[in-house]
């Protein structure tokens, strides 16, 4: 088993991709800290992943709260140690021209995506370098290497996120540290909905997205927990600074 005696860590675990991911890397044997700022979210993740006969532990957490994330690391860290650090914790925003963006959306979608993964990476990196290994794995998106109309906001705190995951494998990785980012397209979780409900007709909408995708369909959150795995365990053991694209072929279409 890939992550047997290691202690994964995720935030945003307690829906879509975060979910995926716990279930995913908690059958490979990882103990899963489970983080969300949605307490009934994470602890259903919790039971999910004992009802499939692994271990995990819930602990609430705004990751835009510098202070706290580090409290939370360092006691998951010291109770459990820490191998892997998931930083998958994201919001979306409506569909808005860039001059129309409203300064109250565009401080809450860089503080969760931006700050939040910059929080993650602070609080995980000295447990990681000062055991001499470990891997972050960001969730990034196709808009880290898009820009996507209506989606300035989105898009920037992507882009940055995947530029801050280059920047962190490139210095840490003399310590065995890996940093890396999986960028998804579309995805069938509720943030992927929210964007759908936000058209005058979601499901024309979600139909035409659909066919723009090679497979001709979205993709599903284990798809992406995949990915997420991989990059997080030693198999991806010479993988750093990489975007990883999981997005049925989209982009290159
Ligand atoms: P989701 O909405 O199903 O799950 C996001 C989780 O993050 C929720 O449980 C929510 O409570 C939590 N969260 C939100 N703000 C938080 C905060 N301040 N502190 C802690 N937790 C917080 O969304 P999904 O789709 O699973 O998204 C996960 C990641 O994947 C996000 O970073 C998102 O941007 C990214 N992504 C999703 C895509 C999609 O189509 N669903 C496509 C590309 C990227």
Sequence with gaps: MRFENDTVFITGAGSGIGRATALKVAREGAFVVATDINEDGGRETVDAVEDAGGDAAFHELDVTDADEFKAVVETAADEYGLDAMINNAGVGHPPAYTEDVTETTFE??????????????????????????????????????????????????????????????????????????????????????????????????????????????????????????????????????????????????
Aim: charged share 20%.
């Design 108 to 253: 809450y979608v860089l503080d969760v995506n931006l700050r939040g993964v910059w929080n993650g990476c602070q609080a995980a990196l000295p447990h990681l370098k000062s055991q001499g290994e470990g891997a972050i794995v960001n969730v990034g998106s196709l808009a880290s290497f898009l820009g996507l109309p209506k989606q300035a906001v989105y898009s920037l705190t992507k882009g940055a996120v995947l530029n801050l995951t280059r920047a962190i494998a490139s210095e840490a990785g003399r310590d065995g540290v890996r940093a890396n980012a999986v960028c998804p397209g579309f995805i069938e979780t509720p943030l992927g909905d929210q964007f759908f409900q936000s058209k005058r007709d979601p499901e024309k909408a979600k139909a035409e997205t659909e066919k723009q995708y090679p497979l001709g369909r979205l993709g599903e959150p284990e798809e992406v927990a995949d990915a997420i795995a991989f990059l997080a365990s030693d198999e991806a053991s010479f993988v750093s600074g990489h975007g990883l694209v999981v997005d049925g072929g989209f982009s290159v279409s």
